[in-house]
């Protein structure tokens, strides 16, 4: 039974802002108790702490944590999260975003987000449809799964959103569920501790609308299927050769070190003056 | 030095706006290029890093608004430049703007529309997208200018005033007044008065984010500075925080509104020459005015007595100046680069004994004196 532990009231605008507007059974909390304990973990000043998110389910998360919060239009976290980290790359700037604010609405941005490899935190709570609208398909919807939009099946393929950021050039690329707690943890705090663009999937249950559109029971029987539908990246390395799997892959895909685009654009200044201070 | 200051100089359009967004401290720019006001973006890639000032072309013009409110949260004045179809998908961010009483300044050089239209030629078609374009009720402030002195001084004048009423500002040159070259001589630089918000000075735990001072324009803190606040675009109270609660919901839209109409006095900003003589006036702005002035000149010399009353700010729009100067005249000549916009403004604030005659031109030229002329000529 997960407790809240007492520091992580700190983080909470506990006697503000409660009772959340969560479903039960909802996997956004889990992810938000993950966030808060990486960032403890990390020391972070709270003051110099931008938690940025668009429209949906996930989007709401910031009204509930005592930082700077810049809850946004649909799609557009990172756009406006991109303009508090240049005004002041001093800033630590997380973005929480659902799959369809993400990777639909938000596709445009996040790739040239990674692209530019901008300081910034992308968490990605995926539940494979749109929770707030009344649960329609989103980009991440398995194909022929049931929504109220696709009520005879999903017909289009969906994102693999680690392989996508990966393509756009993402620092980190990670993937953990919220049934895996101390794997998310442990993802949260790497991925936030990284100079450049990090992106973290996390797959979290929607027994509201996804799970009982599909039949996939209640929130312990959404936990389980992500407990048993999942492998780590050991367990995939331990396979046999040839050996084919249809789980889904849980670890840290990409981790490389290249300059933020934070770095280059104080580069470019500084060589713009010399360039000035040469011609005169 | 990048603003020439009080020196003399051929200078475009687009370039005294990117000078003027310099004078009044533009700390970050984020645009999409999009003609006719890529100079505008084009010159501060160029200037702004000389001076640690942050630049970005974003993926398009929707992230582009977006990271102007963002980096204005984080302290740093914004602007961003664009043009009929950029201004469209900015409409989103403009409403955010409006709603979370963040400052920005958004340039569009008018282009003809609607869609692509006439991408390289002028029209005035935004008008009424500047006051009502995103959705709800919201203030706004517009400044329309009609030469390059003006573009310079005008850019100034919106970040102040965006700043002074915590609210976006849009300037709207039209692509005749954006790409014209005129010798200009620059302000030294202390007679160029600069405003910033002042940032709050109470303790952290009394501070509130929209607090109704007795201007309805608050102090705003800034992210980083020890005041932790939450900015969203649902309708908030006055700590930021969401609420559907009747009397909050009412405050709240009352205070946006009268914030701009208690001060209409420091807003409004309107040029008449000739009027008291006159029975027939020409209501013009932009590039039209300068059209205008050629034209009451023609007409003097034919004996004819005309005047021309042109507002420099086009929203909020001189209700009270436009009613008392020109319900008592006999005929109100507007002619617009598009095919009737203000017009409509100009018959709501007069008496039915005044005739508003059109005068249109959609083909992307410039409406010129002698045909302001031939339609006075006509109406008299």
Redesign the interface.
């Known amino acids: 039974m997960p407790t809240v532990l007492p520091y992580e009231y700190k983080y909470l605008r506990a006697k503000k802002r409660f009772p959340h507007v969560w479903c039960p059974g909802c996997g956004i909390g889990i992810v938000l108790g993950s966030i808060i304990r990486s960032v403890h973990a990390l020391q972070w000043d709270l003051d110099d702490i931008v938690m940025v998110s668009g429209i949906g389910c996930t989007s709401r998360m910031p009204v509930y944590v005592d930082f700077n919060t810049l809850h946004t239009t649909h799609g557009r976290s990172l756009a406006f999260g991109t303009g508090v980290k240049m005004a002041n790359p001093d800033l630590n700037v997380m973005a929480v975003m659902g799959d369809g604010d993400a990777l639909a609405i938000g596709g445009n941005h996040i790739i040239h987000a990674a692209r530019r490899n901008i300081d910034i935190t992308a968490i990605i709570v995926n539940n494979n449809n749109y929770g707030m609208t009344g649960g329609q398909f989103s980009p991440t919807t398995p194909a022929g799964a049931r929504t109220s939009t696709t009520p005879y099946g999903m017909i289009e393929p969906s994102f693999d959103v680690c392989k996508l950021m990966e393509g756009a050039g993402a620092t980190f690329v990670a993937r953990g569920t919220v049934y895996h707690v101390t794997e998310l943890d442990n993802i949260l705090l790497k991925a936030f501790r990284k100079n450049g663009f990090s992106v973290v999937e996390v797959l979290a249950p929607c027994p509201t609308n996804f799970g009982r559109a599909n039949r996939q029971g209640g929130p312990v029987e959404m936990m389980k299927l992500l407990k048993n539908n999942t492998i780590n990246l050991s367990q995939l390395k331990a396979m046999k050769e040839g050996e084919a799997t249809d789980k889904i892959v849980r670890g840290i895909f990409v981790d490389r070190d290249v300059p933020s685009y934070d770095e280059r654009y104080r580069e470019l200044c500084e060589q713009a003056k010399k360039a000035a201070e040469a011609a005169k | 030095m990048i603003v020439p200051w009080g020196e003399t100089r051929l200078v475009q359009g687009n370039e005294a706006v990117a000078l003027g967004a310099i004078a009044a401290g533009i700390?970050?720019f984020?645009g999409y290029p999009i003609t006719p006001s890529t100079e505008i973006a084009e010159l501060l890639a160029r200037y702004m890093?000389?001076k640690?000032k942050?630049w970005?072309q974003?993926?398009?013009e929707?992230?582009?608004i977006?990271?102007?409110?963002?980096?204005?949260?984080?302290?740093?004045k914004?602007m961003t430049a664009t043009s009929g179809p950029g201004f469209s998908l900015m409409q989103?961010?403009i409403g955010?703007a409006c709603m979370t009483e963040v400052p920005l300044v958004l340039v569009n050089v008018m282009r003809a529309g609607p869609s692509t239209g006439l991408p390289t030629q002028a029209a005035q078609g935004d008008v009424m997208q500047s006051r009502w374009g995103t959705h709800g009720d919201h203030p706004v402030i517009v400044l329309a200018p009609s030469n390059v002195m003006e573009c310079f001084e005008l850019t100034v004048r919106a970040f102040n005033l965006s700043e002074i009423f915590r609210n976006p500002v849009i300037l709207m040159p039209d692509e005749i007044i954006g790409h014209m070259r005129e010798r200009i001589t620059f302000p030294l630089r202390e007679d160029v008065h600069v405003e910033k918000i002042p940032v709050p000075d109470v303790p952290v735990e009394w501070y509130e984010h929209y607090h109704e001072s007795a201007s309805y324009v608050s102090p705003m803190a800034i992210?980083?500075?020890?005041y932790?606040?939450?900015?969203?675009?649902?309708t908030h109270d006055k700590?930021g925080?969401?609420t559907r609660k009747e009397n909050e919901v009412i405050a709240k839209m009352e205070r946006l509104k009268y914030k701009i109409t208690r001060r209409l006095s420091e807003l409004e900003d309107v040029r008449m020459h000739g009027m008291e003589d006159s029975r027939v006036v020409i209501f013009a702005y932009g590039s039209v005015y300068r059209s205008a002035l050629a034209a009451q000149a023609i007409l003097r010399k034919r004996k004819k007595r005309v005047g021309v009353f042109r507002p420099v700010t086009l929203w909020p729009f001189p209700d009270r100046t436009v009613k008392e100067n020109l319900d008592s005249k006999e005929v109100v000549l507007v002619p617009e680069l598009n095919q009737g916009q203000m017009i409509h403004e100009v018959e709501r604030m007069t008496a039915d004994a005044v005739r508003v005659v059109p005068l249109h031109r959609v083909d992307g030229y410039e409406i010129t004196p002698e045909e302001i002329v031939n339609a006075v000529m006509e109406v008299v």
């Open positions: 700390g970050f984020a890093p000389l640690d942050k970005i974003m993926e398009d929707i992230a582009s977006s990271a102007l409110i963002g980096a204005r949260l984080a302290g740093s914004s989103e961010g955010y992210f980083g500075s020890g932790r606040f939450h900015v969203t675009g649902l700590q925080f969401p």
